[in-house]
T-cell receptor, first 112, second 112 residues
Framework: AQSVTQLDSQVPVFEEAPVELRCNYS??????LFWYVQYPNQGLQLLLK??????LVESINGFEAEFNKSQTSFHLRKPSVHISDTAEYFC??????????FGAGTRLFVKA | NAGVTQTPKFRILKIGQSMTLQCAQD?????MYWYRQDPGMGLKLIYY???????DKGEVPNGYNVSRSTTEDFPLRLELAAPSQTSVYFC???????????FGQGTRLTVV
């Protein structure tokens, strides 16, 4: 069965510092991978996704994630965070079926 | 550009009461989902639907029911509310089962 582990429940970081949110998954078949962001009192929205092709994917607001098949990881990174990046981030995996499995979430808190 | 609309946003129920959470999408998506989100637990799939007239159970279906009479609407019914159903509920839709999901704003339900 597939599963998703987000290794950090909370990540505090100072503004303009780099950040990495870690995500590992388990699956015996090919996967599609997603990062979603949830701002306070809102629903989740897609940040970026890996379906196939280049293992490095980027979002429009400076986040990137790299699919590492050998390590079964899909870590999310940003070289310089802003206060507005404060949110909860969810890693998710789908193996081509009807169901997407979500991780428990990582709360990113950016401090001034 | 409405996307996925959920009503109500907040609700307090007494133990044993029933209610229906409404969800509507205007993107003509075949796939629709109901998730519940509990602190530190990520999102758990309650029910999903792959098209009008077709529904199936997710990970945590007990205590809930759904119907899908049209492509647009996917209501979630709670019968005999229990404190364990206190949660934030999200409805989502997608084009296919393995593509990105679009989420509603959520319904915060408290059962007392």
């Amino acid at each position: 069965a597939q599963s998703v582990t987000q290794l950090d429940s909370q990540v505090p970081v100072f503004e303009e510092a780099p950040v990495e949110l870690r995500c590992n998954y388990s699956s015996s078949v090919s996967v599609y991978l997603f990062w979603y962001v949830q701002y306070p009192n809102q629903g989740l929205q897609l940040l970026l996704k890996y379906l196939s092709g280049s293992t490095l994917v980027e979002s429009i607001n400076g986040f990137e994630a790299e699919f590492n098949k050998s390590q079964t990881s899909f870590h999310l990174r940003k070289p310089s965070v802003h206060i507005s990046d404060t949110a909860e981030y969810f890693c998710a995996v789908n193996t081509g079926g009807f169901k997407t499995i979500f991780g428990a979430g990582t709360r990113l808190f950016v401090k001034a | 550009n409405a996307g996925v609309t959920q009503t109500p946003k907040f609700r307090i129920l007494k133990i044993g009461q029933s209610m229906t959470l409404q969800c509507a999408q205007d993107m003509n998506h075949n796939y629709m989902y109901w998730y519940r989100q509990d602190p530190g637990m990520g999102l758990k799939l309650i029910y999903y639907s792959v098209g009008a007239g077709i529904t199936d159970k997710g990970e945590v279906p007990n205590g809930y029911n759904v119907s899908r009479s049209t492509t647009e609407d996917f209501p979630l019914r709670l019968e005999l509310a229990a404190p364990s159903q206190t949660s934030v509920y999200f409805c989502a839709s997608s084009v296919t089962g393995d593509t990105e999901a679009f989420f509603g704003q959520g319904t915060r339900l408290t059962v007392v």
